[in-house]
Nanobody, 127 residues
Framework: QVQLVEFGGGLVQAGGSLRLSCAAS????????MGWFRQSKEKEREFVAS????????YYASSVKGRFTISRDNAVNTVYLQMDSLKPEDTAVYYC????????????????????WGQGTQVTVSS
């Protein structure tokens, strides 16, 4: 069982930056592919970025590639999402997610590939 808690959301002006953190409980964090998703009003939850258990493989949605960076620190059970050059369309609730924890080295971009979810943190980008 993995419990995830996100931190770092808030209000920022367009062009600004935010860094989201997701802290995981338990002793299996280093086995899991981790992902960030987001959901805005009247839209389905969409993939943002993922990172493999080792950190060697990252994958980004085309809408954030070049602006967002996902990273992880297995020593402190935390995954991060650095968001730069933010746009109003980035406004959403951002969710952290973990897969089943089987040392998967590929990419995971679909909601049903993840087993554990955080409660979400609101990011609002003003124009």
């Amino acid at each position: 069982q993995v419990q995830l808690v996100e931190f770092g959301g808030g209000l920022v002006q367009a062009g600004g930056s935010l860094r989201l953190s997701c802290a995981a409980s338990g002793h299996t964090f280093s086995r899991h592919t981790m992902g960030w998703f987001r959901q805005s009003k009247e839209k389905e939850r969409e993939f943002v970025a993922s990172i493999s258990w080792s950190g060697d493989t990252t994958y980004y949605a085309s809408s954030v590639k070049g602006r967002f960076t996902i990273s992880r620190d297995n020593a402190v059970n935390t995954v991060y999402l650095q968001m730069d050059s933010l746009k109003p369309e980035d406004t959403a609730v951002y969710y952290c997610a973990a897969d089943h924890g089987i040392y998967y080295s590929g990419t995971r971009q679909f909601v049903n590939e993840y087993e554990y979810w955080g409660q979400g943190t609101q990011v609002t980008v003003s124009s």
